[in-house]
Protein backbone atom coordinates (compact mmCIF):
# COMPACT_ATOMS: atom_id res chain seq x y z
CA UNK A 1 0.00 0.00 0.00
CA UNK A 2 1.02 3.58 -1.08
CA UNK A 3 2.15 5.65 2.23
CA UNK A 4 3.18 9.05 2.98
CA UNK A 5 6.37 10.36 1.00
CA UNK A 6 8.77 13.12 2.08
CA UNK A 7 11.74 14.72 0.58
CA UNK A 8 14.33 14.74 1.32
CA UNK A 9 14.79 12.70 3.80
CA UNK A 10 17.80 14.75 5.32
CA UNK A 11 18.65 18.63 4.86
CA UNK A 12 21.84 20.64 6.29
CA UNK A 13 21.45 23.93 6.51
CA UNK A 14 23.75 27.11 7.86
CA UNK A 15 21.53 29.67 9.99
CA UNK A 16 19.69 32.86 8.24
CA UNK A 17 19.02 29.88 5.56
CA UNK A 18 15.65 28.50 3.49
CA UNK A 19 14.61 25.19 3.84
CA UNK A 20 11.62 23.98 1.48
CA UNK A 21 10.20 20.38 2.99
CA UNK A 22 7.94 18.24 0.64
CA UNK A 23 5.35 16.02 1.59
CA UNK A 24 3.33 13.39 -0.56
CA UNK A 25 -0.04 12.15 1.22
CA UNK A 26 -1.47 9.16 0.92
CA UNK A 27 -3.99 8.85 -2.27
CA UNK A 28 -7.42 10.03 -1.93
CA UNK A 29 -6.50 11.16 1.78
CA UNK A 30 -7.73 14.71 1.86
CA UNK A 31 -5.99 16.26 5.13
CA UNK A 32 -1.84 16.45 5.60
CA UNK A 33 -0.52 17.61 9.05
CA UNK A 34 2.97 18.72 10.15
CA UNK A 35 4.23 17.74 13.07
CA UNK A 36 7.83 18.63 14.41
CA UNK A 37 10.03 16.46 17.03
CA UNK A 38 12.63 17.78 18.65
CA UNK A 39 15.64 15.84 20.40
CA UNK A 40 14.18 13.99 22.97
CA UNK A 41 10.69 16.07 22.57
CA UNK A 42 7.00 14.02 21.45
CA UNK A 43 6.33 15.57 18.25
CA UNK A 44 4.14 18.53 18.16
CA UNK A 45 1.56 19.74 15.77
CA UNK A 46 2.54 22.45 13.53
CA UNK A 47 -0.12 22.83 10.89
CA UNK A 48 -2.77 21.58 9.24
CA UNK A 49 -4.93 21.13 5.91
CA UNK A 50 -8.03 19.68 4.69
CA UNK A 51 -9.01 20.19 0.97
CA UNK A 52 -6.02 22.57 0.19
CA UNK A 53 -7.33 24.75 2.65
CA UNK A 54 -5.63 26.14 6.45
CA UNK A 55 -7.52 23.72 8.98
CA UNK A 56 -5.49 24.45 11.86
CA UNK A 57 -2.54 26.05 13.28
CA UNK A 58 -0.25 25.22 16.33
CA UNK A 59 2.68 26.67 17.58
CA UNK A 60 4.21 27.41 14.11
CA UNK A 61 6.64 30.14 13.85
CA UNK A 62 5.90 32.96 11.95
CA UNK A 63 8.98 32.07 10.06
CA UNK A 64 7.21 28.95 8.30
CA UNK A 65 4.85 28.55 5.89
CA UNK A 66 3.24 25.98 4.47
CA UNK A 67 0.46 24.95 2.13
CA UNK A 68 -1.32 22.39 -0.13
CA UNK A 69 -1.60 22.22 -3.52
CA UNK A 70 -3.77 21.23 -6.42
CA UNK A 71 -2.27 17.66 -6.12
CA UNK A 72 -2.82 17.43 -2.27
CA UNK A 73 0.91 17.76 -2.02
CA UNK A 74 2.28 20.15 1.08
CA UNK A 75 5.35 22.03 1.15
CA UNK A 76 6.62 23.86 4.55
CA UNK A 77 8.49 26.59 3.60
CA UNK A 78 11.22 27.75 6.98
CA UNK A 79 12.87 30.72 6.41
CA UNK A 80 15.76 32.57 8.53
CA UNK A 81 16.85 29.49 10.46
CA UNK A 82 17.77 29.19 13.57
CA UNK A 83 19.97 26.35 15.58
CA UNK A 84 16.91 25.48 17.63
CA UNK A 85 14.85 24.72 14.43
CA UNK A 86 17.15 21.20 13.98
CA UNK A 87 14.57 18.73 14.51
CA UNK A 88 12.72 15.86 12.96
CA UNK A 89 9.60 17.32 10.53
CA UNK A 90 7.11 14.48 9.96
CA UNK A 91 3.94 14.53 7.40
CA UNK A 92 0.77 12.70 8.38
CA UNK A 93 -2.19 12.44 6.05
CA UNK A 94 -5.92 11.40 6.69
CA UNK A 95 -9.04 10.50 5.49
CA UNK A 96 -11.64 13.08 7.03
CA UNK A 97 -14.33 13.69 4.91
CA UNK A 98 -17.77 12.00 4.97
CA UNK A 99 -16.96 8.95 7.52
CA UNK A 100 -13.56 9.12 7.53
CA UNK A 101 -11.39 8.05 10.82
CA UNK A 102 -9.23 10.47 11.31
CA UNK A 103 -6.63 8.13 11.59
CA UNK A 104 -3.77 9.59 10.49
CA UNK A 105 -0.54 7.96 8.45
CA UNK A 106 2.65 9.37 8.95
CA UNK A 107 5.78 9.47 6.62
CA UNK A 108 9.74 8.82 7.55
CA UNK A 109 9.93 12.26 8.22
CA UNK A 110 12.57 15.04 7.30
CA UNK A 111 15.52 15.53 9.40
CA UNK A 112 16.97 19.01 9.28
CA UNK A 113 19.78 20.06 10.67
CA UNK A 114 21.04 23.60 11.15
CA UNK A 115 24.51 24.55 11.14
CA UNK B 1 -5.38 22.93 26.49
CA UNK B 2 -5.09 19.01 26.00
CA UNK B 3 -2.58 17.60 27.99
CA UNK B 4 -1.34 14.36 27.95
CA UNK B 5 1.14 11.96 30.60
CA UNK B 6 2.58 9.02 29.84
CA UNK B 7 3.51 6.65 32.54
CA UNK B 8 5.98 4.71 32.96
CA UNK B 9 8.68 6.80 31.29
CA UNK B 10 10.91 3.59 30.78
CA UNK B 11 10.13 0.11 31.15
CA UNK B 12 12.32 -3.01 31.02
CA UNK B 13 11.64 -6.33 30.78
CA UNK B 14 12.27 -9.80 30.38
CA UNK B 15 11.48 -11.47 26.95
CA UNK B 16 7.85 -13.19 27.54
CA UNK B 17 6.05 -10.63 29.78
CA UNK B 18 2.58 -8.88 29.75
CA UNK B 19 3.03 -5.66 30.19
CA UNK B 20 0.97 -2.17 30.10
CA UNK B 21 1.42 1.12 29.33
CA UNK B 22 -0.39 4.04 30.67
CA UNK B 23 -1.85 7.60 29.17
CA UNK B 24 -4.03 9.95 31.18
CA UNK B 25 -5.05 13.23 29.19
CA UNK B 26 -7.12 15.56 30.56
CA UNK B 27 -9.63 17.07 27.98
CA UNK B 28 -12.28 13.89 27.31
CA UNK B 29 -13.91 15.90 23.87
CA UNK B 30 -11.70 13.77 21.78
CA UNK B 31 -12.19 12.54 19.06
CA UNK B 32 -10.31 9.44 18.68
CA UNK B 33 -7.18 7.88 20.43
CA UNK B 34 -4.10 6.81 18.45
CA UNK B 35 -0.90 4.62 19.98
CA UNK B 36 1.98 4.73 17.80
CA UNK B 37 5.16 2.96 17.93
CA UNK B 38 8.61 5.11 17.10
CA UNK B 39 11.93 3.09 16.79
CA UNK B 40 15.38 5.40 17.63
CA UNK B 41 15.89 8.45 14.57
CA UNK B 42 12.80 7.06 12.90
CA UNK B 43 9.46 7.47 11.79
CA UNK B 44 6.01 7.09 13.58
CA UNK B 45 3.73 4.02 12.82
CA UNK B 46 0.26 3.43 13.99
CA UNK B 47 -0.56 0.53 15.92
CA UNK B 48 -3.89 1.04 16.85
CA UNK B 49 -7.17 3.54 16.89
CA UNK B 50 -10.06 3.93 19.28
CA UNK B 51 -12.52 5.88 17.64
CA UNK B 52 -14.38 8.14 20.71
CA UNK B 53 -16.77 5.90 21.21
CA UNK B 54 -15.24 2.95 21.05
CA UNK B 55 -14.05 1.08 24.40
CA UNK B 56 -11.54 -0.76 23.06
CA UNK B 57 -9.32 -2.49 19.88
CA UNK B 58 -7.12 -5.10 19.19
CA UNK B 59 -4.69 -6.23 16.75
CA UNK B 60 -2.46 -9.39 17.73
CA UNK B 61 -0.93 -9.15 20.74
CA UNK B 62 -1.74 -5.22 21.04
CA UNK B 63 -4.77 -4.57 23.10
CA UNK B 64 -5.67 -0.55 23.89
CA UNK B 65 -8.80 0.30 25.71
CA UNK B 66 -10.23 3.61 26.42
CA UNK B 67 -12.12 5.37 28.74
CA UNK B 68 -12.84 8.86 28.11
CA UNK B 69 -14.53 9.61 31.75
CA UNK B 70 -11.45 8.82 33.66
CA UNK B 71 -9.27 10.18 30.93
CA UNK B 72 -7.02 6.73 29.91
CA UNK B 73 -6.04 4.98 27.88
CA UNK B 74 -4.01 1.30 28.49
CA UNK B 75 -1.70 -0.20 25.77
CA UNK B 76 -1.76 -4.12 26.86
CA UNK B 77 1.04 -5.88 25.38
CA UNK B 78 1.32 -9.94 25.58
CA UNK B 79 4.07 -11.72 25.66
CA UNK B 80 6.31 -9.40 24.93
CA UNK B 81 9.55 -9.80 22.98
CA UNK B 82 12.99 -8.06 21.95
CA UNK B 83 11.30 -6.71 19.06
CA UNK B 84 9.18 -4.94 20.21
CA UNK B 85 12.14 -2.55 22.23
CA UNK B 86 10.65 1.08 21.19
CA UNK B 87 9.32 4.03 22.46
CA UNK B 88 5.43 4.13 22.34
CA UNK B 89 3.45 7.33 21.89
CA UNK B 90 -0.44 7.75 22.71
CA UNK B 91 -2.00 10.69 20.66
CA UNK B 92 -5.47 12.35 21.44
CA UNK B 93 -6.60 13.20 18.46
CA UNK B 94 -8.96 16.88 18.70
CA UNK B 95 -12.37 17.20 17.13
CA UNK B 96 -14.40 19.47 15.48
CA UNK B 97 -12.28 22.14 13.36
CA UNK B 98 -9.01 20.61 14.47
CA UNK B 99 -9.82 18.07 11.78
CA UNK B 100 -8.25 15.34 14.45
CA UNK B 101 -4.91 16.95 14.81
CA UNK B 102 -2.76 15.13 17.47
CA UNK B 103 -1.41 16.15 20.32
CA UNK B 104 1.23 13.24 21.97
CA UNK B 105 2.70 12.38 25.28
CA UNK B 106 5.99 12.08 25.79
CA UNK B 107 6.16 8.26 25.48
CA UNK B 108 7.27 5.28 26.91
CA UNK B 109 10.69 3.81 26.45
CA UNK B 110 10.28 0.39 26.67
CA UNK B 111 13.16 -2.26 26.43
CA UNK B 112 12.55 -6.24 26.01
CA UNK B 113 15.65 -7.95 26.84
CA UNK B 114 15.87 -11.78 25.79
Known amino acids: AAGVIQSPRHLIKEKRETATLKCYPI?????VYWYQQGPGQDPQFLIS???????DKGSIPDRFSAQQFSDYHSELNMSSLELGDSALYFC??????????????FGPGTRLTVT | KQEVTQIPAALSVPEGENLVLNCSFT??????LQWFRQDPGKGLTSLLL?????REQTSGRLNASLDKSSGRSTLYIAASQPGDSATYLCALGAGGTSYGKLTFGQGTILTVHP
Open chain 1, 92 to 105: ASSSNAGTGSYEQY
Open chain 1, 27 to 31: PRHDT
Open chain 1, 49 to 55: FYEKMQS
Open chain 2, 50 to 54: IQSSQ
Open chain 2, 27 to 32: DSAIYN
